[in-house]
């Protein structure tokens, strides 16, 4: 009898353990885990967000597939075609070259590039203002803008490459378009062809996302549910099995029962430790990446080149592993907690905008604080404004709007596209860093009020900034409180500094030491009068008055008469003949009073004397 009881029991028992190892192992084939790196070519880390094409089912995120061809990385965006030159997971970015233009071999584009194309795109921004176009025209040219490609020319007609941007409807003969591609920028007014097939053999940038763009902290366009189909057709798969088991023989409904039991905590368990694994490493691409001071040694060759020196510590130039070179400022005299320091890094670190430098790593070990920012191979706007050499004259009043108009976005993002409204406070030509196509990038902001300057700098409660720069409300609280409209005066005057560099030596004479210069600019633009300036044409002399018009808006002594950043942004991309003079007192040291013109028959842009974003 004792024998006729111990065999159905041995019988559950094995059944038991052959369900249990069957639905292991289906679970185990659907259970998130973390992919390792894949390679191909000269890229030797493909990591999340990343995957080949090759790659498991849940590796890396769809929206993010590479290929591998003839053991090349190969991007494949907008319908055209990419070799993938390097990857910087730090600063999240691409190196990307037409695969037409990749071996250099006489070849159109595969695709045109169009900047339309990546305004919607979530994941991709295309970090480049220069472009590269080829034109096909029936008649020769003779401008020097414009170099033949001969092997691509024939039959009677000519195919033309530029680098420098011209209207095709204004030249000589009959031309059309044909592609165009982005380029990294060079300070040359009219490089041969083989410096522009240089140029596009070299590539153009690529910024990646994972998440939104202009969003500091967001999960809404985040992928997280690329695993959860399988996952539920693997418990149906059981739960069916396990039905079947029930109708087989209730002799072994407890077993049964209880190994469901287990089987569920198990699942539950597993479940929310795969969702925290891929949470923490989703959240690694996110934050700036901590480095230890033994890093920090390594990627400045033990603070070998030294960059300069600010109020907050030196800078050190340096390089990471994947060749990517950073800037690594050293923080000196920190008077923050740990927890602070981190808090505050987390929240810079999570802005993404072309405008502002990008935070790629920080460090805090002890003493030993430090953030690491990309590089900007063309320093800081002074440098570029009050230099003596001929790389001023290179860059051209319509790249100065350019940068001017790239800053204005960038401090407006600081004010109201992050989760915090962050003030700058030191808006000045030193803290706009160019980039190596002189894009330009707000620095300098952020951790200001953990690291105070004896005198530039103090807390918000006492004055701060830099002389020349500094709103009237920052000197006397009499004038009004700290606000956004402050770091629109110190903007308004870095306008009036870019459109005073290039006046006639002989006229600085006039008003440099005598008259205030942005009163000596409202007295000759009221008076129709011109700005003085050296060898520009009608449509350069418009710009240097818009930066004017703009600046003088800027710098209204009651922060109520200013304009928004936002509005800012509007003028600066407004019709000069929209723009007028303001006719409020400025902030000068003699009081100017001037009428406004009327123009009954034009719009003219006003910004609205409303106090709503104090």
């Excluded at 020319?153 to 095709?168: C, D, K, L, R």
């Excluded at 480095?291 to 030294?306: L, P």
């Excluded at 604080?369 to 191979?377: D, G, I, N, P």
């Amino acid at each position: 009898m004792t024998k006729r009881q111990g065999s159905p029991t041995a019988l559950a028992t094995l059944f038991t353990l052959l369900i249990f190892l069957l639905t292991t192992k289906v679970l185990a084939r659907f259970i998130p885990h973390v992919c390792s790196p894949s390679s191909c070519g000269d890229i030797e880390i493909i990591d999340y967000p990343f995957r080949l094409k090759t790659d498991p089912a849940g590796c890396g995120e769809p929206d993010f597939e590479l290929s591998c061809e003839n053991n090349k990385t190969i991007l494949e965006l907008h319908s055209g075609k990419y070799l993938v030159k390097r990857i910087s997971y730090d600063v999240q970015r691409l190196r990307v070259v037409d695969v037409n233009l990749a071996n250099g071999t006489c070849s159109l584009p595969y695709k045109s590039v169009s900047v339309d194309e990546f305004m919607d795109d979530d994941h991709y921004r295309l970090d480049a203002t220069t472009y590269t176009s080829f034109i096909k025209c029936s008649s020769n040219l003779t401008d020097q803008a414009y170099r033949l490609v001969p092997c691509l020319s024939g039959n009677g007609t000519s195919v033309y490459v530029s680098y420098v941007t011209y209207i095709i409807s204004s030249l000589q003969g009959s031309c059309l378009f044909v592609s165009r591609v982005p380029t990294v920028y060079q300070a040359v007014l009219f490089p041969s062809y083989d410096s522009i097939l240089q140029l596009m053999q070299t590539g153009f940038d690529l910024e990646w996302s994972i998440g939104c763009w202009h969003s500091s902290y967001s999960y809404g366009c985040y992928r997280s549910d690329y695993y959860l189909p399988p996952w539920l057709a693997a418990f149906s798969m059981v739960w069916d099995f396990l039905s079947a088991v029930y109708l087989v023989g209730r002799f072994i409904l407890a077993p049964i029962g209880i190994f469901g039991f287990l089987i569920h905590k198990y699942i539950t368990t597993k479940k929310a430790s795969g969702n925290e694994e891929i949470f923490l490493v989703n959240q690694q691409h996110l934050m700036p990446k901590r480095y230890t001071f033994s890093d920090i040694i390594a990627i400045t060759n033990n603070f070998k080149d030294k960059l300069g020196q600010g109020g907050f510590g030196n800078v050190y130039k340096g390089q990471l592993r994947d060749a990517f070179l950073v800037a690594v400022k050293m923080l000196g005299n920190a008077k923050c907690n740990d927890e602070d320091f981190i808090n505050e890094v987390s929240i810079i670190g999570r802005i993404h905008h072309v405008n502002i430098v990008r935070l790629v790593g920080f460090c805090s070990e002890g003493s030993y604080r430090a953030l690491v920012f990309e590089y900007m191979a063309n320093g800081s706007l002074d440098k570029l404004l009050f230099s003596r050499k001929t790389e001023l004259l290179l860059v051209s009043w319509e790249k100065l709007l350019q940068i001017a108009v790239g800053t204005a976005r960038g401090i407006e993002h600081l004010h109201g596209g992050c989760s915090v409204c962050i003030l700058h406070l030191d808006i000045k030509p030193h803290n706009v860093l160019l980039d190596s196509n002189f894009i330009p990038k707000v620095s300098d902001f952020g951790l200001a009020k953990f690291y105070p300057r004896e005198k530039d700098f103090a807390s918000i409660s006492t004055t701060r900034g830099t002389i020349g720069y500094v709103a009237p409300e920052m000197i006397s609280r009499n004038l009004g409180a700290v606000s956004c409209k402050s770091d629109v005066y110190s903007f308004g005057m870095l306008l009036l500094e870019m459109a005073g560099r290039r006046r006639k030596s002989n006229s600085k004479g006039n008003c440099s030491s005598d008259v205030y210069f942005p009163s000596w600019v409202y007295d000759h633009l009221g008076e129709g009068g011109d700005l003085e300036l050296e060898n520009v044409t009608e449509i350069e002399a418009a710009i240097a008055r818009k930066l004017c018009i703009v600046g003088l808006w800027c710098i209204q002594k009651a922060a109520s008469d200013r304009p928004t950043m936002t509005k800012v942004v509007e003028m600066l991309g407004a019709n000069i003949d929209d723009l007028q003079l303001p006719s409020n007192a400025l902030s000068f040291p003699q009081s100017i009073s001037k009428e406004p013109q009327s123009d009954s028959s034009t719009e003219l842009l006003i910004p609205e004397t409303a106090d709503q974003s104090l």
